[in-house]
Nanobody, 113 residues
Framework: QVQLVESGGGLVQPGGSLRLSCAAS????????MRWYRQASGKERELVAH???????NYADSVKGRFTISRDNVKKTVNLQMNSLKPEDTAVYYC???????WGQGTQVTVSS
């Protein structure tokens, strides 16, 4: 059974940092590209960052230069380091295995002074 468990969200001031983590199980982790998405209140879910099986990365323009996605194929985790956070980064963040229609519960990130 595929499981994705996100953690690490919280309340942070503008300009601050957070590190999100996603623990994956129930599938062959190192065979899948992994993604982080986010969904702000009243908006559609959007792709934030993508990491391939081999470690290649891509980012949404809105987070490029501020966010870094990484993966640990031994621990079966995918992380999202978020720096220089802005109020518009406020959202629920979800990880996803590309090609598997399964979502975790997400983790709330709130950027506010």
């Amino acid at each position: 059974q595929v499981q994705l468990v996100e953690s690490g969200g919280g309340l942070v001031q503008p300009g601050g940092s957070l590190r999100l983590s996603c623990a994956a199980s129930g599938f062959t982790f190192n065979s899948y590209d992994m993604r982080w998405y986010r969904q702000a209140s009243g908006k559609e879910r959007e792709l934030v960052a993508h990491i391939s099986r081999t470690g290649s990365t891509n980012y949404a323009d809105s987070v490029k230069g501020r966010f870094t996605i990484s993966r640990d194929n031994v621990k079966k985790t995918v992380n999202l380091q978020m720096n220089s956070l802005k109020p518009e980064d406020t959202a629920v963040y979800y990880c996803n295995a590309f090609g598997i229609m399964k979502w975790g519960q997400g983790t709330q990130v709130t950027v506010s002074s």
